[in-house]
Nanobody
Framework: QVQLVESGGGSVQPGGSLKLSCVAS????????MGWYRQDPGKSRELVAL???????NIVDSYKGRFTISRDGAKNTVNLQMNSLKPEDTARYYC??????????WGQGTQVTVSS
């Protein structure tokens, strides 16, 4: 198992930036895939970005050029740098980890609000 704790959400004006962080309770290189998802009220969670244990990362097309996913192995942390934020980026963002033979684990989420 793994516990995931997100931080870094908040309120920002359009065009602003936020950096979300997800701290894992175990070595992130033992986690097959870590990712960031977003959830709007009344909707299912949607993928934003993934980073694999190999270091390969994937960003959903609608966020490319604005969002970057990275990791810090020394801190067992995966980050989501969010730039040029738009009102439609407003959502609750969740960290996820996939562990071979164990399953999928979620953090509690962090709220991002983009408005003027």
């Amino acid at each position: 198992q793994v516990q995931l704790v997100e931080s870094g959400g908040g309120s920002v004006q359009p065009g602003g930036s936020l950096k979300l962080s997800c701290v894992a309770s175990r070595n992130i290189f033992s986690l097959n895939v870590m990712g960031w998802y977003r959830q709007d009220p009344g909707k299912s969670r949607e993928l934003v970005a993934l980073i694999h244990s190999s270091g390969m990362s994937n960003i959903v097309d609608s966020y490319k050029g604005r969002f970057t996913i990275s990791r810090d192995g020394a801190k067992n942390t995966v980050n989501l740098q969010m730039n040029s934020l738009k009102p439609e980026d407003t959502a609750r963002y969740y960290c996820n980890a996939l562990i071979p033979r164990e399953g999928s684990f979620w953090g509690q989420g962090t709220q991002v609000t983009v408005s003027s």
